[in-house]
Nanobody, 127 residues
Framework: QVQLAESGGGVVQAGGSLRLSCTVS????????MGWFRQAPGNEREFVAV??????????YYSESVKGRFTISRDNAKKMVYLQMNNLKPEDTAIYYC??????????????????WGQGTQVTVSS
């Protein structure tokens, strides 16, 4: 059974930092791209960052809205993926999800190509 479990969310003031973690089990971690997405109330789920599988690059991509502030990393030995979030802004408030995919590189920013999802962790940034 595939399981993805996020942790590390919370409430932080604008300008602060949080580090999200995602623990993965039940799949061959090295075969999957690992992405972070987020969804704010009333909005669609949006791409945040992805670290592609070791056999494809690996490459790292970010959305324009978080580039320079967020850093994604993966530990293939521990089957974990992280999202370090610095200089947080109120507009970063959302539920953050980690997800896994085997899609071609052209699709790694699109949520519909991710097969497995965690339950999400809430990040709230106060102004």
């Amino acid at each position: 059974q595939v399981q993805l479990a996020e942790s590390g969310g919370g409430v932080v003031q604008a300008g602060g930092s949080l580090r999200l973690s995602c623990t993965v089990s039940g799949l061959t971690f090295r075969d999957y791209h690992m992405g972070w997405f987020r969804q704010a109330p009333g909005n669609e789920r949006e791409f945040v960052a992805v670290a592609t599988r070791p056999g494809t690059g690996p490459y790292i991509y970010y959305s324009e809205s978080v580039k320079g502030r967020f850093t994604i990393s993966r530990d293939n030995a521990k089957k974990m993926v992280y999202l370090q979030m610095n200089n947080l802004k109120p507009e970063d408030t959302a539920i953050y999800y980690c997800a896994s995919s085997m899609v071609a590189l052209s699709g790694v920013r699109q949520s519909e190509y991710y097969r497995h999802w965690g339950q999400g962790t809430q990040v709230t940034v106060s102004s």
